[in-house]
C-alpha cells in the first residue's frame, strides 16, 4: 500500500517543489496553502479553485490528518471543554474561557504528558506523543468557529497552557505559531498569544536564540528549589538559578518581560516567607506575577488556600511593587480549569457528543 505524506508538514517552498514535479505552475503552492492554513479545509475535495484531476493527484500523494470535537462540556460559567479527537483516535482536550473582556483558548501541544507534576491531573497520564503544528493549528480554527458560533464573539487570545508540555515539542509548537500569526494563516498577532512551561532551561534560551514574539509564562509555584523539586520533578534538572539565567537570556534577545504563575496549595506555599521567597525571586527576573486558584484533581494531596492567606500573600507581593494579579478558575465543574485536563467527563447532563 502507498505510503501518504501529510501536505501540512511541508512549508511553501516544499509545496512549491511539490507542484514542479507535478508539471504543475508554483502559484498552485499558494493556493493550496491558503486552502489548508486560512481557509482551513481538511478535505481536498473542497478545493474548488483547483482541477479535478489535480486534487485527485493530491489525494494519491497525500493526506491532511483531521481533528474533529468529539464532545463538549458546557460549564456554568459558560467555560467550554472540548475533547479533540486526532486521526489516530487519541484524545486531547482544548478549552473555550469566556469573560467579560476576552475569548481564551487553552489549547495543548501534547497527548498526555511526561513531567509527573504532582498538582496536575494531566502529569497523571502517559505521554503518548507529539501534537503536530497541524494538530495544535486545529484546536485554535475549531474553538475559534465554536466561540463565533456559540457565544457570537471571536477570539482574542490564544494560551498553551493545556496537556503536555509545549517546550518538549518545540519545533511543532513554534511552527503552529507561525501558521497562527502568518498573513498567509490566521493574521493573529504574536502578542495575543502565550505560551507556558513547566520550566525548560536549554529550551527558554531557543527562545531567545529563536527572538519569538510571542509572550511567555512559566509555572513557578514555588521560588525554592526543595519545595519546587517536590511538585515538579523537573526542577530537579531545572533549579532555579539555571531557570533564572535562562530567562534574562531571553528577555535580552526578546525584551518580553514573563509571566511567574503561582497556584496557592494550603500550607505548602501561601505563607509569607513564601512570598518573600518569591518576591526576591522577582527582583532576579524581570517580570509579573499571576497567583492561581488550586483547583483539586481527584487523589491530589493539596488543598486550595483559604481567602485570607491567599489575600495577605498578594498585598505582600504588590506592597514589594511586583504586578501581581488572582487569576479566578473557571470551568471547575466540567474538570476544565488550570491543572484538571484528565480526559475525563464530570457533568453527563452537559456532554454534546458531536
Known amino acids: 500500500m502507498k505510503t501518504k505524506n501529510d501536505i501540512r508538514s511541508l512549508s511553501q517552498d516544499e509545496l512549491t517543489a511539490v507542484f514542479k514535479n507535478l508539471n504543475e505552475p508554483a502559484f498552485r503552492a499558494k493556493q493550496v496553502y491558503n486552502w489548508l492554513w486560512q481557509k482551513c479545509v481538511a478535505d481536498f475535495g473542497e478545493m474548488s479553485n483547483l482541477s479535478k484531476e489535480l ?25 467550554i471543554k472540548c475533547a479533540m479527537k486526532l486521526h489516530d483516535d487519541k484524545i486531547v482536550e482544548s478549552v ?14 501534547q497527548v498526555g504528558c511526561s513531567l509527573t507534576c504532582k498538582f496536575c491531573a494531566t502529569g497523571k497520564l502517559k505521554r503518548l506523543r507529539n501534537l503536530t503544528a497541524g494538530e495544535i493549528f486545529d484546536q485554535v480554527a475549531l474553538v475559534k468557529k465554536l466561540s463565533e458560533e456559540k457565544y457570537g464573539q471571536p477570539l482574542t487570545n490564544i494560551v498553551y497552557m493545556g496537556m503536555g508540555e509545549p517546550l518538549l515539542n518545540y519545533r511543532e509548537v513554534i511552527e503552529s505559531v507561525n501558521h497562527i500569526t502568518s498573513q498567509q494563516g490566521l493574521g493573529w498577532s504574536a502578542k495575543r498569544i502565550t505560551v507556558s512551561t513547566a520550566g525548560v532551561a536549554k529550551m527558554i ?80 527576573v524581570p517580570s509579573k506575577v499571576n497567583i492561581i486558584e488550586y483547583n483539586p484533581i481527584d487523589e491530589g494531596e493539596f488543598q486550595q488556600t483559604t481567602p485570607e492567606r491567599l489575600n495577605t500573600f498578594y498585598k505582600y507581593l504588590a506592597d514589594k511593587g511586583i504586578i501581581v494579579n488572582v487569576r479566578r478558575s473557571r470551568g471547575k465543574d466540567i474538570d476544565a480549569a488550570c491543572g484538571q485536563l484528565a480526559n475525563k467527563n464530570k457533568s453527563a447532563d452537559r456532554v454534546f457528543k458531536s
Open 96 to 109: 473555550l474561557i469566556p469573560t467579560d473582556t476576552r475569548m481564551t483558548v487553552c489549547i495543548s501541544s
Open 205 to 284: 534560551r531557543q527562545l531567545g536564540d529563536d527572538e519569538v514574539k510571542f509572550n511567555l509564562a512559566l509555572s513557578l509555584h514555588a521560588a525554592n528549589d526543595e519545595k519546587r523539586n517536590y511538585i515538579m520533578p523537573i526542577n530537579e534538572n531545572n533549579s532555579l538559578t539555571n531557570l533564572a539565567d535562562a530567562m534574562n537570556y531571553y528577555y535580552s534577545k526578546t525584551g518580553n518581560k514573563i509571566t511567574f504563575e503561582y497556584i496557592a496549595f494550603k500550607d505548602f506555599n501561601d505563607g509569607i516567607e513564601d512570598a518573600k521567597e518569591l518576591a526576591k525571586f522577582c527582583a532576579r
Open 55 to 79: 486534487r485527485a493527484k493530491l489525494e494519491d500523494e497525500f493526506f491532511i490528518a483531521p481533528v474533529c470535537i468529539s464532545e463538549m462540556q458546557v460549564s456554568s460559567d459558560r467555560t
